[in-house]
């Protein structure tokens, strides 16, 4: 029997993560929720678990494998619409190049090249740098339990044999759907490996992922498994089993108590479950934990001129949303996120490289801020809380500075998280429903300094569709505007694009042209009563149901934009951003201060309505304004491939209350991936 490595060999790794996701992606839009909306469009890879990416996991396996694993010779090789996003990924990667990720040059699922044929290509194209090294191959998709240590497996590899793990499977039905090995259970040594065999071919019931550790000729065995199998490219079980059967390697396995192989949106949430199960008794401990929830906006009608005494139109929408939580402690502790308020690099670019995607401010202003004016009101009342003390963390699955209102999502979930947490009533600390939006704008514009209107906080206490007026004078004498919810069914079908490649603070596009309307410049005065008057114009569209002229009314609120704030400050990203929803049939315009822009589709002619009719084989007239699954997806790869995100919008019907108790935390953990304290405090 041979012995394990003496010497610790290098190692070369390969990430296969060139597929399109498209079982998950369908069951995301079918999924009636809404909640995994956010996810479109989002490699399985990078899919967040834990807190994390799940390739984040495997990186901190890699730099746990020192001396064996260098991350210079770590490859991740994609498709070239999903190329940008790893490419943004590996930025806060330290010690891990860029260069190292590697597009297969294909834009679509139908002309992929195939697992097979990714490693091929990553082989070829780093043929220099990997030559001299054993080879493991990693399915992007795959995770293993926590338990794994890929340092103690790569150590106890046998000296020249190849290596692959496996689990046990628990229902005979799954041995058509994975790679079973067979294995001699005295030496360990694997005799076959079947892709996909029927119960009845093989009596094992040992499943193997897509990990295979090769040693030898790794270049000569895939050349000659492609030769023999040119169109056999698409899976590396097929490749080893060929390799076994052919005697060209020899091959161990070794035992996992688990796997997780994200195929459809319920793998992902078995993932998500089983990564945060060390938390279960910890927060069911927690009766009095509070966790808030506020969602991001768009505006669909008359910003920026809520800011300036004019009129918008607002949707809350359940796609993305912010979420803070208080648990008691001893001390009052406001907890870091890890990802947006980082205090320690690598070195200065790893600083330079983070704030350039990040910005400079993450959410502990925001949450301390809070707390400050939620004092100032509680003691200007009389209130004393007492003792009773928490931790405050939040997380936030709201894009970054593309003018989502992220920053005031935060903040109102901390501000209701904090009555919940002490039982304070917002009457008694002097505030009503209609009030408590101008006390939110304060913390941004008075404790920090933030340019911001009303409308972002209006629609996060009130949710739904809201058109609201914020006249001066009544803005003076009642201390609010005026605020009416409208029938969310009112609204046709729309879409949200966004640019995914921005930083910064929105507030600071505000500033210039707040102080051009303070001394009464009159193309920034004239300009925002023109927009506000879209708003009441808006509103009878929709109820006159008549959406086309909701579009031309957004393409004139964007045009009056560009012309008040001017194509440098609007930016070339922006305009391009909008002018490709245009090119796509849509109107659109900014759903904020900028980076994202709401779109909804123009009326069909009739040539139009045919053939969408015909191509999708159903009556389109309930919805003439909503694209087609083809058509959305289409649409979805273009926006993709040039750095923008699209989704389709879910409207949120209504602001929601803080709950209360571990039991809705935990829940919410294994549904969604929020961080997880024990488990990955040493990843990245």
């Known amino acids: ?168 499977l628990s229902n005979v039905e799954e041995v058509s759907r994975r790679g079973i090995v067979e294995v001699d259970q005295t030496t360990g040594s694997v005799q076959r490996l079947l892709e996909k065999p029927k119960p009845s071919e093989t009596s094992s019931r040992l499943a193997a992922p897509a990990f295979y550790a090769l040693q030898g000729n790794v270049f000569n065995n895939v050349n000659a498994y492609l030769k023999a199998h040119p ?41 998500l479950a089983h990564f945060s199960t060390v938390l279960d008794s910890h927060l069911n401990a927690l009766p009095n934990l509070v966790t808030s929830r506020v969602c991001a906006r768009i505006g669909v009608m008359g910003n920026p001129s809520d800011g300036f005494g004019g009129k918008t139109l607002s949707l809350s929408i359940r796609n993305f949303y912010a979420e803070v939580t208080l648990r008691p402690s001893r001390r009052l502790v406001l907890s870091a996120h890890p990802e947006f308020d980082p205090n320690s690099f690598a070195n200065l670019d790893h600083l330079w490289r983070h704030t ?194 909701l579009c031309e009314l957004m393409e004139m609120n964007f045009a009056m934009r560009r012309k008040m704030y001017g194509d440098n400050v609007v930016g070339e990203r922006n305009i391009e951003l909008a002018e490709l929803a245009k090119a796509n049939g849509m109107a659109a315009k900014f759903s904020g201060s900028g980076g994202a822009v709401v779109c909804v589709r123009k009326p069909m002619t009739k040539k139009q309505r045919e053939k969408h009719q015909s191509k999708d084989g159903k009556d389109v007239e309930d919805d003439p304004f909503a694209f087609s699954e083809q058509e959305e997806n289409r649409i979805r790869l273009l926006f993709i491939s040039k750095g923008y995100e699209f989704v389709r919008i879910i409207p949120n019907p209504a602001a929601t209350e803080p709950e209360v108790g571990g039991e809705a935390a935990r829940r919410r953990a294994c549904e969604e991936g929020k961080e997880k304290s024990g488990i990955v405090l040493q990843i990245d």
């Open 356 to 549: 350039s995607n990040n910005g400079y401010y993450g959410g502990l202003r925001l949450l301390k801020a809070t707390c400050r004016m939620f004092q100032n009101l509680c003691k200007n009342k009389g209130i004393d809380v007492g003792s009773a003390n928490f931790t405050m963390s939040y997380s936030s699955k709201i894009p970054r500075c593309v003018g989502l209102a992220g920053s005031s999502a935060i903040i109102t979930a901390a501000f209701k998280g904090l009555l919940h947490f002490y039982g304070v009533k917002l009457e008694d600390i002097g505030l009503t429903k209609a009030t408590l939006p101008q006390r939110i704008l304060d913390i941004e514009s008075k404790e920090l300094g933030i340019n911001a209107g009303l409308q972002d906080r209006v629609i996060q206490v009130y949710g739904g569709l809201v058109s609201m007026d914020f006249d001066e004078k009544g803005l003076k004498e009642k201390g609010h505007g005026d605020y009416i919810n409208l029938d969310l069914r009112l609204l046709p079908t729309m879409y949200l694009a966004w640019n995914t490649t921005v930083g910064g603070d929105s507030g600071k596009v505000h500033s210039t042209v707040k102080e051009r309307w303070l001394r009464g410049d009159k193309t920034i005065v004239t300009g925002m009563k023109t927009v506000a008057s879209y708003v009441d114009s808006a509103v009878k569209a929709l109820k006159d149901n008549k959406p086309e002229a």
């Open 1 to 168: 029997m041979s012995a394990p490595n003496d010497t610790k060999k290098r190692w070369s790794i390969v990430v296969l993560a060139a597929g399109y996701g498209s079982r998950l992606h369908k069951d995301i839009i079918a999924d009636d929720s809404g909640q995994f909306i956010h996810l479109l469009g989002q490699p399985k890879a990078l899919l967040p678990v834990a807190g994390v990416p799940l390739l984040s996991h495997w990186m901190y396996h890699f730099r746990q494998a020192k001396g064996l694993v260098e991350l210079s010779r770590v490859y991740v090789v994609t498709n070239e619409v999903m190329y940008p996003k790893f490419v943004k990924w590996s930025n806060n990667q330290e010690g891990f190049p860029k260069e190292n990720i590697i597009s297969d040059g294909t834009k679509t699922n139908d002309t992929r090249l195939g697992a097979v044929g990714d490693l091929s290509l990553v082989l070829d194209k780093k043929k220099n740098e990997i030559r001299d090294t054993s080879v493991l191959i990693i399915a992007g998709d795959t995770l293993f339990l926590s338990d794994f240590s890929l340092e103690f497996f790569l150590t106890n590899l046998k000296h020249n044999y190849c290596g692959c793990v496996y689990y046990k």
């Open 231 to 271: 169109k056999g490219r698409d899976v590396p079980g097929s490749l080893i089993g060929w390799l076994l059967e052919q005697k060209r390697i020899k091959m161990t396995a070794t035992s996992l108590s688990g796997r997780f192989d994200i195929e459809d949106l319920s793998q992902w949430k078995q993932t």
